[in-house]
């Protein structure tokens, strides 16, 4: 009996020893991202790292339960030296894997502003980019590297261990010695149930329970990684039905089927640029002239550009759906990679089609990346140009695919040979990490110590090369342009937190052969507006579903939504409101407070209840659509 405590005891001393490690790990993703958190008194730091504990151990509990299985069974074979080596390495093996997790998020969490979920997984096998770009992530983030490598010899050489009498040393176990210890075995199992639920009440512990904590934009400091990917696994079906209101009132609050009553269809081609990490801060038009696109500020002079635009997501496999089928993506999963991406969708591509349009989408990315090909498809596009069909290997940056300006001239001939009209979309890859730049431009694009900056004038220049090439076409002035980003380019500066540039991205419309297309426009809009916009613009006048709205309709709704650590933002009339899907947890005058710091939600400003009810009715109608699969107008 003795002999089974010494092994009970030995595994609490190998959990608060993990449980350790665990804390350890927090401490290196808030020092390595110490500026992004620096807004966090001394008090809410420490409050964020004693209860990220609870979060910890619901994922030690989770993802160590053969471990504490093997720990607390009944017999004298867990005396065996053999024995305790094979759970040491199972020890070893398993919490190496998932502090490995932690560890890539000191660094993955600045393009994300997220713990990582486990739609990372399904990313990394769509067409194996992941995989793939191991090594050059080794090669950049090698401290990461050093530090997992510490983190595994002390899991080794720490490991608590003890010697025990020899399985045919030990007292032989009667009848009541098993009883005794199946009775421990449940009083402690039933422990480890609790803890990797993280709560004796009736909900368990979830990503949002962090926000009791923190403010939204810090969960990330209180969770852990291993807790985030664990509590998305299941998640690809994760919304839930809503019934906020009744299917009448809801419709009177917010309906994504839109109508237009216009007349007189205009034929114009239409082309969407898609910008790969292009901030608005990064563009001068837009920053009082300190940015890197001198090009794109003279197209915007002489272009209608919303200057208060936002993205609905903080990925490229978020974005794409966002443009060109209005959709955002409100749960935890990129529409593309959900259980909901069978669903029947219109898009520009499908409603263009009704009309006669050709459409294609263009990535010089590897086929099958990010699933930009099983989109299109699903959207009805009916061609796609990757890698592949691009050809030509001597222009492979080495790392994603195709040089811009050479992707960007591929596709300036390919339009020459569509049949007119066409809808077609290209979205940019260079402005990635790493930020490969051609070798014939490396000095040409140094204008900064920062690689980001660089890649953007080069896909700037790019893009100019693209202009002077078409220019010259017999369609170019029966064109809309149409240019905008995936999304922002995420932490890499370490600057603040959640705010009011997080999101902040251009949108251009611009058509050299309509002279009224001009001007400022400081409304809200977001990505999610451009296809409506399009429609808008073309006198479309059918039914259509888009969680957007038309930017050339003042009447409605000027807003934007996005989703992360799963809250809900909505910005709207320079306020911007957080909710958790149950009650709202955040409200800022990102006018007055663009680092949204000073929460408003106890002062009683009228705006903010009728943020709170758009906000549900949109949730709702997105919840209730997708899982019923009413994504399009029945015709």
């Given at each position: 009996m003795r002999n089974h405590i010494q092994h009970i005891i030995l595994l609490i001393k190998r959990f608060f020893f993990i449980l350790v490690l665990f804390s350890f790990t927090r401490v290196l993703f808030w020092i390595f991202n110490l500026n992004y958190f620096a807004s966090l008194s001394t008090i809410e730091t420490f409050q964020a790292f004693y209860h990220g504990i609870a979060f910890d151990i619901s994922a030690i509990c989770y993802f160590n339960v053969l471990f504490f299985v093997l720990h607390l069974i009944p017999g004298n074979f867990k005396n065996h030296k053999k024995f305790q080596l094979y759970i040491k390495l199972l020890f070893v093996i398993t919490n190496g894997?998932?502090?490995?997790?932690?560890?890539?998020?000191?660094?993955?969490?600045?393009?994300?502003?997220?713990?990582?979920?486990?739609?990372?997984?399904?990313?990394?096998?769509?067409?194996?980019?992941?995989?793939?770009?191991?090594?050059?992530?080794?090669?950049?983030?090698?401290?990461?590297?050093?530090?997992?490598?510490?983190?595994?010899?002390?899991?080794?050489?720490?490991?608590?261990?003890?010697?025990?009498?020899?399985?045919?040393?030990?007292?032989?176990?009667?009848?009541?010695?098993?009883?005794y210890h199946s009775v421990l075995f449940i009083i402690i199992g039933t422990l480890i149930f609790f803890g990797g639920r993280g709560s004796f009440e009736l909900k368990p512990l979830r990503i949002i329970s962090a926000a009791n904590y923190v403010k939204s934009s810090y969960i990330p400091l209180v969770l852990n990684t291993p807790f985030s990917i664990l509590r998305t696994s299941n998640s690809k079906k994760n919304i839930k039905p809503k019934k906020y209101f009744d299917p009448i009132d809801l419709d009177k609050i917010y309906t994504p089927v839109k109508h237009y009553e216009v007349t007189d269809f205009k034929k114009n081609n239409v082309v969407i640029l898609i910008l790969e990490s292009f901030s608005s801060k990064y563009i001068g038009f837009m920053n009082n002239g300190e940015g890197y696109t001198p090009f794109l500020d003279s197209l915007m002079n002489e272009s209608f550009v919303c200057m208060q635009n936002y993205a609905n997501g903080k990925k490229s496999i978020e974005g794409i759906p966002a443009v060109l089928a209005s959709l955002p993506t409100l749960m935890n999963y990129p529409f593309i990679s959900s259980a909901f991406s069978s669903d029947k969708i219109n898009s520009i591509a499908?409603?263009?089609?009704?009309?006669?349009?050709?459409?294609?989408?263009?990535?010089?990315?590897?086929?099958?990346?990010?699933?930009?090909?099983?989109?299109?498809?699903?959207?009805?596009?009916?061609?796609?140009?990757?890698?592949?069909?691009?050809?030509?290997?001597?222009?492979?940056?080495?790392?994603?695919?195709?040089?811009?300006?050479?992707?960007?001239?591929?596709?300036?001939?390919?339009?020459?040979?569509?049949?007119?009209?066409?809808?077609?979309?290209l979205f940019t890859l260079t402005s990635h990490h790493p930020f490969p730049i051609p070798e014939r431009y490396k000095h040409r694009f140094s204008i900064t110590s920062k690689p980001l900056e660089n890649s953007i004038s080069y896909t700037d220049f790019a893009l100019q090369q693209f202009f002077k090439t078409i220019s010259k076409t017999e369609w170019y002035k029966n064109t809309l342009f149409v240019i905008?980003?995936?999304?922002?380019?995420?932490?890499?500066?370490?600057?603040?937190?959640?705010?009011?540039?997080?999101?902040?991205?251009?949108?251009?419309?611009?058509?050299?052969?309509?002279?009224?297309?001009?001007?400022?426009?400081?409304?809200?809009?977001?990505?999610?507006?451009?296809?409506?916009?399009?429609?808008?613009?073309?006198?479309?006048?059918?039914?259509?579903?888009?969680?957007?709205?038309?930017?050339?309709?003042?009447?409605?709704?000027?807003?934007?939504?996005?989703?992360?650590?799963?809250?809900?933002?909505?910005?709207?009339?320079?306020?911007?409101?957080?909710f958790n899907g149950d009650k709202t947890i955040g409200f800022y005058d990102i006018n007055k407070d663009s680092s949204m710091v000073v929460n408003l939600m106890g002062n009683n400003i009228p705006v903010k209840n009728e943020m709170e009810l758009k906000l549900k009715a949109i949730i709702q109608s997105y919840n209730n659509r997708m899982l019923e699969n009413r994504l399009t107008v029945k015709k």
């Open positions: 894997i998932i502090l490995a997790s932690n560890i890539i998020d000191i660094e993955y969490f600045k393009f994300t502003d997220k713990r990582t979920t486990f739609d990372i997984f399904y990313m990394g096998g769509l067409g194996g980019d992941l995989l793939r770009l191991i090594p050059e992530f080794i090669a950049d983030f090698w401290y990461l590297c050093l530090i997992w490598i510490l983190i595994v010899a002390l899991l080794w050489y720490l490991y608590p261990e003890k010697k025990f009498l020899k399985p045919e040393e030990s007292p032989k176990l009667s009848k009541y010695d098993y009883a499908s409603i263009l089609k009704e009309k006669d349009y050709y459409s294609s989408f263009f990535h010089g990315g590897s086929n099958g990346t990010m699933g930009f090909d099983k989109f299109t498809k699903l959207a009805e596009f009916d061609s796609y140009y990757g890698r592949t069909e691009y050809n030509n290997e001597k222009d492979y940056d080495g790392h994603w695919g195709i040089f811009d300006e050479e992707f960007l001239q591929f596709f300036a001939t390919k339009l020459n040979d569509f049949n007119k009209p066409f809808v077609s979309t905008t980003a995936d999304h922002t380019a995420g932490n890499m500066d370490k600057t603040t937190p959640l705010n009011s540039s997080t999101y902040a991205i251009p949108l251009i419309f611009f058509n050299p052969g309509d002279s009224t297309l001009k001007g400022k426009y400081y409304k809200t809009t977001q990505q999610i507006d451009i296809m409506p916009s399009i429609l808008d613009y073309l006198h479309y006048n059918g039914s259509f579903i888009s969680f957007g709205n038309s930017v050339f309709k003042d009447s409605t709704n000027k807003l934007a939504v996005n989703y992360i650590n799963q809250a809900y933002q909505i910005i709207e009339n320079n306020y911007s409101l957080l």
